[in-house]
């Protein structure tokens, strides 16, 4: 019985945290700029904000964002938390698939244990990567 909620709680926490990387691949607000304080930048309409798809500024009380397409101007470091974080989302869907397929409540077919511990060793190293 323990095992069996450790493992549905290890789980649960892994999907979790996958699901947080891709929402933080997706966000524009990685690095908020203002001049002054936050409350003052908002009362300005001077809060912009950089992410790794956009560059966005908040004026007038409309939040207009700019794509970052170009690939070759972008400086190395985001370049690189691009290919960081696409590659762990990618990387994270097989690892979930893995893990879903070990958990206690699961079985396919007639397979021996070994081949489940495995699995669960490949699930819990991609997410360890990931």
């Known amino acids: 019985m323990v095992a069996t909620c450790l493992h549905l709680a290890g789980f649960v926490c892994s999907f979790i945290g996958w699901i ?49 397409v170009d690939i070759l101007i972008l400086p190395g470091y985001v370049q690189a938390c691009r290919a ?24 396919m077919g007639h397979e021996p244990g070994a081949a489940k511990y495995r699995r669960s060793q490949l699930g819990g190293i991609l997410i360890i990567l990931l």
């Open 84 to 107: 960081l974080m696409i590659a762990a989302s990618v990387l994270g869907l097989p690892a979930i698939f893995l893990l879903i397929t070990v958990l206690p409540c699961i079985r």
């Open 20 to 68: 947080g990387v891709v929402v933080a691949t997706a966000t524009n607000d990685w690095v908020v700029t203002c001049g002054y304080t936050i409350t003052t930048c908002r009362k300005m309409d001077e809060l912009g904000s950089k992410g790794l798809w956009a560059d966005c500024v908040m004026a007038t009380g409309l939040y207009h964002c700019k794509p970052l």
